[in-house]
């Protein structure tokens, strides 16, 4: 079954505390996203990935960090959490083909307080 | 700001009725396509339509494209409880880079 796992889905983390959501992808999909959700703000990019090695900033990454090591995984990580890091994060992956549908994880709760 | 803007952020209608609901983009796209969010949950991909399509349907949905006005419609006939979602276009930008946008989305109820 075609599935983009993330982990974990609930988090609850102090200040300061460097933390890392795990995505993987089983369907060998070059491209990868993550993607925070906002209330009335909608999804927004925080950082993407077109194959191993190759990743760039969306258009919220500061405060986040990802790498690309293996096609499969594509982890963000949060050296310093802050509480307006607090959301709700979305990891996604597509084929390489334009237009291709994009296959979204169920999302990781994040809350820093 | 956000390239795609639903449009309306919410609507509540009956069961059985018909749900439209608007998307405007700003800049040239390759495609578009809508997704679907139960709550909290992972968005799942509707329907996908071409820069070069005016019109495409799937089952109960049918989606609309105008690159003139940069604006896309999408509308569920014979609505369902199940329906009851958020609703969000996502827009392939022509910049040749991995970049889908998404909008804000129409959080969509439907009432038994």
């Known amino acids: 079954e075609a599935q983009v796992t993330q982990n974990p889905r609930y988090l609850i983390t102090v200040t300061g505390k460097k933390l890392t959501v795990t995505c993987s992808q089983n369907?060998?999909?070059?491209?990868m996203s993550w993607y925070r959700q906002d209330p009335g703000l909608g999804l927004r990019q925080i950082y993407y990935?077109?194959?191993?090695?190759?990743?760039d900033k969306g258009d919220v990454p500061e405060g986040y960090k990802v790498s690309r090591k293996e096609k499969r995984n594509f982890p963000l990580i949060l050296e310093s959490p802050s509480p307006n890091q607090t959301s709700l994060y979305f990891c996604?992956?597509?084929?390489?083909?334009?237009?291709?549908?994009?296959?979204f994880g169920e999302g990781s709760w994040l809350t820093v307080v | 700001s956000q390239q795609g803007e639903e449009d309306p952020q919410a609507l509540s209608i009956q069961e059985g009725e018909n749900a439209t609901m608007n998307c405007s983009y700003k800049?040239?796209?390759?495609?578009l396509q809508w997704y679907r969010q139960n709550s909290g949950r992972g968005l799942v991909h509707l329907i996908l339509?071409?820069?070069?399509?005016r019109e495409k349907h799937s089952g109960r949905l049918r989606v609309t494209l105008d690159t003139s006005k940069k604006s896309s419609s999408l509308l569920i006939t014979a609505s369902r409880a199940a329906d009851t979602a958020s609703y969000f276009c996502?827009?392939?930008?022509?910049?040749?880079?991995?970049?889908?946008?998404f909008g804000t989305g129409t959080r969509l109820k439907v009432l038994a």
């Open positions: 996604a992956s597509r084929s390489r083909a334009g237009g291709n549908t994009i296959y």
């Open positions: 369907m060998n999909h070059e491209y």
């Open positions: 990935s077109m194959n191993v090695e190759v990743t």
């Open positions: 800049t040239s796209i390759n495609n």
């Open positions: 339509i071409r820069s070069n399509e």
């Open positions: 996502a827009t392939d930008i022509t910049s040749g880079t991995y970049k889908y946008i």
